[in-house]
C-alpha cells in the first residue's frame, strides 16, 4: 500500500527495518494488480520488487527518493 506520494519504477530506493536502513537500491519492478506500471500513486496498492535484494519481511518500509542537482547561488 501506498501511504503518501507516488512510487515510480526505477526510482531510487531504501529499505527500513524497525526504523534501521537495511538496504538501499532502485525498484526494479513495479505491478497494479495483474499489468506493469511506471507509476503508482498514494492510497493504492501494488506489487515491487528491489535491484538485488529480496529478503522484505512484514512491516519492512520501503522509501522512494529522486535525487536532483541544486544551483549553487
Known amino acids: 500500500m501506498v501511504i503518501s506520494g507516488t512510487i ?3 526510482a531510487k530506493a531504501r529499505l527500513l527495518r524497525e526504523g534501521v536502513v537495511i538496504t538501499e537500491s532502485t525498484i526494479a519492478s513495479l ?3 495483474k499489468d506493469d506500471v511506471t507509476e503508482v500513486r498514494e ?3 501494488c506489487g515491487m520488487t ?3 535484494y529480496s529478503d522484505i519481511k512484514l512491516g519492512d518500509v520501503i522509501e522512494t527518493y529522486e535525487m536532483r542537482e541544486k544551483p549553487r547561488s
Open 43 to 45: 492510497g493504492y496498492e
Open 50 to 52: 528491489l535491484a538485488n
Open 31 to 33: 505491478r497494479r494488480e
Open 8 to 10: 515510480r519504477r526505477n
